[in-house]
């Protein structure tokens, strides 16, 4: 039992435990980097700074006149595709990292070794004649071997996080654009 407690103490447990979550911490960096590829190409025609892409359309829309009259007017529409579309916002919730280690030390060794020893006499006289023999044979077996075996586990779960507020407040003032526009009054 000693060779197998010492056959774990150079392990190096924290690099076990703390690699795995580094390497989820690349990943995170990797999800931002693919948010802001995806964000700047659906926002910008040369996918930089500059000149936002649009989707441009017309619409009735209903316009109340100062005498209660609704009259539809004709309206053009220029919105952001950016607003139109989900930008995948994801970000890594929950990290498990499981280490289990299970040394088993079993040993078996096989030395196999056999004796076998023989014997016979005989005797007459007066007309009787007896013999005797005899055989007697052992056996040993010995067996020994050694199992080490280990099990590494790693859980990571990704979501996709809400708007961010000032998309929440863009998609309302779109929204905003169908509902009738009425004089203000006292003018």
């Known amino acids: 039992m000693a060779d197998t407690v010492k056959s774990m103490v150079g392990l190096p447990l924290g690099m076990l435990i703390s690699q795995p979550i580094i390497e989820v911490a690349k990943g995170q960096a990797e999800l931002c980097r693919v948010y802001l590829n995806t964000l700047f190409e659906l926002a910008f025609v ?3 700074d500059g000149e936002a892409k649009t989707i441009k359309f017309t ?3 209903p316009v109340v006149d100062e005498e209660g009259n ?5 309206c053009e529409v220029q919105a952001p595709l950016l607003s139109l579309v989900p930008v995948p916002s994801f970000t890594m919730d929950e990290t498990t990292v499981r280490f289990n280690m299970e040394v088993k030390s079993q040993e078996v060794s096989k030395d ?3 004796a076998e020893s023989q014997t016979s006499g005989s005797f007459s006289a007066w007309g009787f004649k007896a013999s005797i023999s005899g055989k007697v044979a052992s056996s040993s077996e010995r067996t020994r071997s050694t199992d080490q075996s280990a099990k590494y586990e790693l859980y990571a779960r ?3 996080q809400p708007p961010a507020e000032g998309m929440a407040k863009l998609t309302s003032i779109f929204a905003s654009v169908i509902e009738p526009i009425t004089p203000a009054k006292g003018g």
């Open 46 to 48: 040369n996918g930089k």
């Open 59 to 61: 619409l009735q829309r």
């Open 70 to 74: 609704t009259q539809m007017t004709q």
């Open 112 to 114: 196999t070794s056999s």
């Open 158 to 160: 990704a979501v996709q």
